[in-house]
């Protein structure tokens, strides 16, 4: 499928990139359709990618793998709030988080209060909110990546 999108463009979403999110993501519950995309240019392994809306092409949030920016991020979840996302295993899963980006980029942030949980078999995930755990809405993560450049 084509779609328009306030990013990248045109772009074509094979159909077996779509990520289902049975019950949408918090905020927004009518998005359920979503693809995972980033900077060609840069790569996989890049930092930031975005959760590019299939149901409204102008929405698109920048998310991140945690464990770049918390090592020891290990959320628990109770199983029951993971039904919509499938089978979960350690094999299948992919947790991300969404990055706040404002425009004073030493204020950029990670939600670790809220992670994506997608099962990358069955392209199927759900938003949880993690109530165990001292995980904020708003970690800070400038001084990390920046850091984390230095160290390259």
């Known amino acids: 499928m084509k779609i328009e999108t306030k990013i990248f463009g045109e772009i074509e979403i094979a159909d077996d990139k779509v990520i289902t999110f049975a019950n949408g993501i918090i905020g927004f519950p009518d998005l359920k359709r979503f693809a995972l995309l980033h900077d060609e240019e840069k790569g996989t392994d890049v930092g930031i990618r975005y959760l590019q809306s299939l149901d409204e092409p102008a929405f698109a949030m920048p998310v991140m793998d945690p464990l770049i920016v918390k090592p020891d991020y290990d959320p628990e979840v109770d199983d029951q709030l993971l039904t919509s996302a499938g089978n979960i295993t350690a094999e299948n ?48 993560i400038y001084d990390i990546l920046q850091a984390g450049k230095a160290g390259e």
């Open 93 to 140: 899963i992919l947790v991300l988080v969404t990055v706040t980006v404002p425009s004073d980029l030493t204020q950029m942030s990670v939600n670790l209060q809220g992670p994506f949980v997608i099962n990358v078999e069955e392209h199927k995930a759900c938003q949880v909110i993690v109530e165990r755990g001292d995980y904020p809405v708003k970690f800070p």
